[in-house]
């Protein structure tokens, strides 16, 4: 080859390579930063589009108005997180934000089919929908295993704060969520499985949402070491046809403080406005939640809740209860236990009740709740709410979906109060002595009774 030939190939494949390299290059860096000015990217979006499995994105302080979405295992292992330990400085908001497709956002950060995903240290507001929302799809084959969400900030999105969904196994932990039309922290439609891999909730507080924990069809999940207060309802771990994989099954509630959860989020003035119509009609009635409850197991199956301290709640400290008009008979309630849970503050700022079954179901106990009280029905006590371990129904309940008359009659009259603020109208309201240093949430003017 002559010289001039061998220098123009060499030139050519210089060039070449030059120009390939940062294209190469930012599909595996390793570590990005994101901020507004001088980083890699701009935006968070654009540095999940540019990298691959295992990622870390760092993202500097400000407030970063896009929804970002994470799509396929291609993105596995991928961390999003502020630089710093404070979520306030690091801010996704939904007012006018789009998503990648240019529409307004659902949700600040969404992971479709991604295992491992981490997400750290920011705060995701006034979205749409959600403010974290990592999913899958058994089914399909589209896991989302693995996940951590940890010091995160979610307030006024209108449906969830952090939300984990046909996934298996996880964390959420020393989060906060607030204002939230549904609940600040939600884990549903967990798969069954053979050799469980639990999810873990720990140092989390949720107030002022509809629901401060929400599980449809969750199982193996752990919540334990947290503030759930001034919600309407406390936790709520729940069994509806709306999704798959029923009942919610295998659960433990315990070492929370669950209190104060009198938020009448119906009313005229409330700062949030439940994302949900209700849950169903009966002849004609429209059913919603109860407010003034700390714990609700709806149609639950073999959860633990112990060493609990339940206090203040204006209708009752815990409920468990069926739902006789699932599809498939799926929500029944059984093999539930309520274990040395510390009820009322010894008597300084009790629950209306502390504990309400509605006789339906089987093997449910209650033993060594300190100072509690039990919600009457036409059943004696000791069938309503046996101790442990339950005896065998129909010394324990009626065995069915189909609960005792009395009980069942205050619940639907409870649930389809018209109009629903009307709820409080049955509460047993006192005020509170201090706790720590939270304050107790009143909406006014309250219902017209």
């Not at 040395?340 to 504990?355: E, S, Y």
């Not at 060594?368 to 036409?378: A, E, I, K, R, Y």
């Not at 009395?406 to 009259?413: A, E, F, K, N």
């Amino acid at each position: 080859m002559k010289r001039s030939s061998w220098v123009r190939v060499s030139l050519l494949a210089l060039v070449a390579m030059v120009v390939a390299v940062p294209a190469a290059s930012a599909k595996k860096k390793e570590t990005v930063e994101v901020c507004k000015h001088g980083c890699d990217y701009r935006t968070i979006q654009d540095a999940v589009d540019a990298t691959g499995k295992n990622a870390v994105i760092n993202v500097h302080p400000g407030k970063y108005k896009e929804g970002v979405r994470i799509v396929g295992k291609k993105h596995n292992g991928v961390t999003i997180q502020g630089t710093g330990k404070n979520p306030k400085k690091v801010i996704l908001e939904g007012k006018n934000a789009k998503d990648p497709e240019g529409q307004p956002a659902n949700n600040g950060i969404e992971a479709d089919g991604v295992n491992g995903v981490r997400v750290l240290n920011l705060w995701a507001r006034n979205y749409l929908a959600n403010g974290i929302f990592i999913h899958g799809d058994s089914v399909s084959g589209k896991s989302c295993n693995g996940y951590l969400m940890k010091n995160l900030r979610v307030s006024f999105n209108r449906a969830y704060g952090l939300f984990a969904f046909n996934c298996i196994g996880g964390r959420m932990t020393k989060s906060v969520g607030y204002g939230h039309g549904d609940s600040a922290f939600y884990v549903g439609e967990t798969p069954a499985q053979t050799k469980p891999k639990w999810t873990k909730l720990d140092h989390l507080d949720g107030y002022e949402n509809v629901l401060g924990y929400s599980g449809t069809n969750s199982k193996y999940v752990k919540i334990t070491q947290s503030n759930f207060y001034n919600n309407g309802a406390g936790v709520v771990p729940n069994t509806l046809d709306s999704e798959r994989f029923e009942p919610t099954a295998t659960g433990i509630i315990e070492n929370n403080n669950i209190f104060w959860n009198n938020f009448n989020y119906f009313l005229p003035n409330s700062s949030v406005k439940t994302v949900s119509n209700g849950l169903g009609e009966i002849g004609g009635l429209t059913i919603n939640f109860p407010t003034g409850v700390g714990i609700v197991l709806l149609g639950a199956d073999g959860w633990i809740i112990q060493n609990n301290a339940i206090f203040g709640n204006f209708k009752a400290g815990a409920w468990s209860i069926s739902d006789p008009f699932n599809e498939g008979d799926n929500a029944i309630s059984k093999n539930n236990q309520f274990l040395n849970n510390a009820m009322g503050r010894g008597g300084a700022d009790t629950n209306a009740v502390d504990f309400f079954s509605d006789g339906s179901g089987s093997g449910n106990c209650y033993s060594g709740n300190v100072s509690s009280t039990f919600d009457p029905g036409s059943a004696p006590d000791s069938n309503l709410y046996p101790g442990c371990p339950a005896p065998p129904p129909p010394a324990s309940g009626t065995g069915t979906s189909a609960g005792d008359g009395t009980q069942v009659g205050d619940l639907i009259g409870y649930v389809a109060a018209n109009p629903p603020e009307t709820q409080q109208c049955a509460w047993t309201e006192h005020a509170h002595p201090a706790f720590e240093n939270f304050q107790p949430l009143s909406v006014t003017p309250g219902p017209t009774c």
